[in-house]
């Protein structure tokens, strides 16, 4: 992914209320993730992410957790139509003992 598009996506994420990157992996497939984890864990304003049909699996999904471990600001995760399995999704669940603010994950269509 270029520089100037990683920009833009961090920007998105740190500035937008509500960001679609559903099927991004199939255009940007390269360091993605990163770019989306890195700005959810800082963003103040973000409040739902769609990362639908992305091909995202347990190391994915365990990233994106990681982030919203440091989010106070995300309410709805949209992550269905991927290839997360138990652990990745057990990652998930743990996040939201303590990310109160986070109350709806679409997890439907993963491999659990």
Do not use: W
């Amino acid at each position: 992914m270029s520089l100037a598009r990683q920009r833009e996506m961090e920007q998105r994420i740190l500035t937008e209320r509500e960001v679609n990157l559903a099927a991004i992996l199939f255009v940007e497939p390269t360091g993605v993730l990163d770019v989306v984890a890195s700005a959810v864990g800082r963003t103040t304003t973000l409040q739902v992410l769609n990362l639908a049909y992305n091909r995202m699996d347990n190391d994915g999904a365990e990233t994106i957790a990681e982030a919203l471990r440091r989010n106070a600001t995300l309410r709805k995760l949209c992550i269905h139509s991927n290839a997360i399995g138990s652990r990745g999704a057990e990652s998930l669940a743990q996040v939201l003992k303590t990310n109160h603010t986070l109350i709806e994950v679409r997890l439907s269509d993963n491999a659990i």
